[in-house]
């Protein structure tokens, strides 16, 4: 059986389709989806985790049907999303951030770590970089210790450094958690997605 | 580090220093006393939840109004929330407007509550209760209210709550449903500004419609202003404009309001909780 599958999803902004009949399941693994901006990738993975309604289709994880359900029940099932543009508790330190998802001490220092934001960790998240924010919202998605991480362009604003850990870590996580990443560039996908789509104008054009 | 200690005792001082006075200095510290209670419950309300609500004398005077017709009914208080928690959906830009009307709509409403032919513009009657007691009482409820929002801070629901403050998508997209979350931080809020109402009816020994004017509205804005937004301070805030209102209204009538007009200027520089929920 598969872990999600996605079916005839379509989603409208008023008269402009987002979404066109996406229809796909995944296993495991990690799956790569790319294309240019506008192409849906965004609106997919806010449906999948709850984010968005979509306007007709229906989603199922493990066989359960999460097609409109709240977000925060859809993290309890085991799916967590990190969101392209960073969106974290501004006036807490780092260490709370991460320490709120994680509910562990250990856990939180151990993401942190791996992370490479233990130096900033009593620093505030108003107070940090972009490309550390970037960091801060995977560690995030990935101290809710889920089943499928929904990662939407997770290498946007990370200098070359970062993106190494980044892959690295994801690399790492890849044999234990479900992954679907979202990217521009195919490049940084190929040596870590097992499968990978190509979206254009809200329909998946090309598997690989 | 310096400031914040001076503060503390200057704190403690007042708390002392009216039980070696006669009635009319006790009357006053009480008053100031009670009004700082109902400063820090809107402070907990605009720092840790970022709601800033100028109908904060909701609570405070619905509170008042039914231990002032029936002692009994005072258990009732903290069911005030519901009163000022569903304007929220109005959202965090138009909540301090439509919470200050509402409490504007609460003082008209008020001058038409008869109960038993008693009340309406002359208000109620309370059970007469000695001012010694209401001032110790009051002692112990602003040191308890303190402890209540230090702990409910500093736990894993206070975090939680301050997530949900920050960033509601954030919250949900780890777990945090933020309903029930912001729920319990206005109960806290509005239990303690129900206390604060209660006291300030036992100490005045009447309640009128005025406890929901204007001036009631917007004083924990005014104290929470002036005291720099932090709890210690705004304690100290409160005994201010109580003290500049009382000794000065003789010579200028009205004189809070000088006091409300300086504080929304000074409002205007500062940066509140409820603003933003980014660079605070």
């Given at each position: 059986?598969?872990?999600?599958?996605?079916?005839?999803?379509?989603?409208m902004?008023?008269?402009?389709?987002?979404?066109?009949?996406?229809?796909?399941?995944?296993?495991?693994?990690?799956?790569?989806?790319?294309?240019?901006?506008?192409?849906?990738?965004?609106?997919?993975?806010?449906?999948?985790?709850?984010?968005?309604?979509?306007?007709?289709?229906?989603?199922?994880?493990?066989?359960?049907?999460?097609?409109?359900?709240?977000?925060?029940?859809?993290?309890?099932?085991?799916?967590?999303m990190?969101?392209?543009?960073?969106?974290?508790?501004?006036?807490?330190?780092?260490?709370?951030?991460?320490?709120?998802?994680?509910?562990?001490k250990?856990?939180?220092?151990?993401?942190?770590?791996?992370?490479n934001i233990?130096?900033?960790?009593?620093?505030?998240?108003?107070?940090?970089?972009?490309?550390?924010?970037?960091l801060l919202?995977l560690?995030?998605?990935?101290?809710?210790?889920p089943k499928?991480?929904?990662?939407?362009e997770?290498?946007?604003?990370?200098?070359?450094?970062?993106?190494?850990?980044?892959?690295?870590?994801?690399?790492r996580?890849?044999?234990?958690?479900?992954?679907?990443?979202?990217?521009?560039?195919?490049?940084?996908?190929?040596?870590?997605?097992?499968c990978m789509?190509e979206?254009?104008?809200?329909?998946?054009?090309r598997?690989? | 580090?310096?400031?914040?200690?001076?503060?503390r005792?200057?704190?403690?001082?007042?708390?002392?220093?009216?039980?070696?006075?006669?009635?009319?200095?006790?009357?006053?510290?009480?008053?100031?006393?009670?009004?700082?209670?109902?400063?820090?419950?809107?402070?907990?309300?605009?720092?840790?939840?970022?709601?800033?609500?100028?109908?904060?004398?909701?609570?405070?005077?619905?509170?008042?109004?039914?231990?002032?017709?029936?002692?009994?009914?005072?258990?009732?208080?903290?069911?005030?929330?519901?009163?000022l928690?569903?304007l929220?959906?109005?959202?965090?830009s138009?909540?301090?407007?439509?919470?200050f009307?509402?409490?504007?709509?609460f003082?008209?409403?008020?001058?038409?509550?008869?109960?038993?032919?008693?009340?309406?513009?002359?208000g109620?009657?309370?059970?007469?209760?000695?001012?010694d007691?209401?001032?110790?009482?009051?002692?112990?409820?602003?040191?308890?209210s303190y402890?209540?929002?230090?702990?409910?801070?500093?736990?894993?629901?206070?975090?939680?709550?301050?997530?949900?403050?920050?960033?509601?998508?954030?919250?949900?997209?780890?777990?945090?449903?933020?309903?029930?979350v912001k729920?319990?931080?206005?109960?806290?809020?509005?239990?303690?500004?129900?206390?604060?109402?209660?006291?300030?009816?036992?100490?005045?020994?009447?309640?009128?419609?005025?406890?929901?004017?204007?001036?009631?509205?917007?004083f924990?804005?005014?104290?929470?202003?002036?005291?720099?937004?932090?709890?210690?301070s705004?304690?100290?805030?409160?005994y201010?404009?109580?003290?500049?209102?009382?000794?000065?209204?003789?010579?200028?009538?009205?004189f809070?309001y000088?006091i409300?007009?300086?504080?929304?200027?000074?409002?205007?520089?500062?940066?509140?909780?409820?603003?933003?929920?980014?660079?605070?």
């Open positions: 059986m598969a872990m999600l599958e996605v079916v005839r999803i379509s989603k902004f008023g008269k402009d389709v987002v979404l066109k009949n996406v229809t796909f399941s995944l296993k495991n693994g990690i799956l790569g989806i790319y294309g240019p901006n506008g192409s849906g990738k965004t609106t997919l993975l806010k449906i999948i985790s709850g984010f968005e309604k979509p306007s007709c289709g229906w989603i199922f994880f493990n066989g359960k049907e999460i097609t409109n359900m709240a977000p925060q029940k859809i993290v309890k099932l085991g799916i967590a990190a969101f392209q543009i960073p969106r974290v508790f501004w006036n807490l330190t780092v260490y709370e951030n991460v320490l709120l998802a994680a509910r562990e250990d856990y939180a220092m151990e993401i942190c770590e791996e992370l233990k130096d900033i960790l009593f620093k505030k998240a108003n107070e940090i970089s972009q490309g550390k924010l970037k919202q560690a995030l998605c990935f101290a809710l210790k499928l991480a929904l990662l939407d997770p290498f946007a604003s990370l200098d070359a450094e970062n993106v190494e850990i980044v892959l690295d870590y994801l690399r996580r890849g044999d234990e958690i479900s992954m679907i990443i979202t990217a521009h560039r195919t490049k940084l996908l190929k040596g870590l997605a097992s789509f979206m254009r104008g809200g329909k998946i054009v598997s690989s | 580090m310096f400031i914040d200690i001076t503060v005792i200057l704190v403690f001082v007042l708390l002392i220093i009216p039980v070696f006075f006669d009635y009319y200095i006790k009357l006053l510290a009480a008053s100031a006393l009670i009004l700082a209670i109902f400063t820090i419950s809107w402070l907990y309300l605009e720092r840790d939840l970022g709601w800033e609500s100028f109908g904060h004398s909701i609570p405070f005077g619905v509170s008042a109004y039914l231990f002032a017709i029936n002692p009994l009914l005072l258990f009732l208080s903290p069911l005030t929330t519901f009163l928690f569903p929220s959906v109005f959202g965090k138009i909540f301090p407007f439509a919470s009307i509402f409490s504007v709509f003082w008209y409403l008020a001058h038409h509550i008869v109960v038993d032919g008693r009340g309406g513009e002359e109620f009657k309370v059970l007469s209760v000695n001012l007691h209401v001032y110790f009482l009051s002692v112990a409820l602003f040191i308890f402890l209540l929002i230090w702990k409910v801070s500093e736990s894993n629901l206070g975090l939680k709550i301050k997530a949900v403050r920050d960033d509601e998508i954030a919250a949900r997209a780890i777990g945090i449903n933020p309903l029930p729920m319990f931080g206005f109960t806290i809020s509005c239990s303690l500004a129900s206390i604060a109402g209660i006291l300030h009816a036992a100490a005045f020994g009447y309640v009128s419609p005025s406890i929901f004017s204007p001036y009631f509205s917007l924990p804005f005014v104290a929470a202003t002036i005291g720099g937004r932090k709890l210690w705004c304690v100290l805030a409160s201010l404009v109580v003290g500049l209102s009382w000794f000065l209204s003789p010579y200028v009538p009205e809070h000088i409300y007009a300086l504080a929304i200027i000074l409002a205007s520089f500062t940066h509140g909780y409820a603003r933003s929920s980014k660079n605070i």
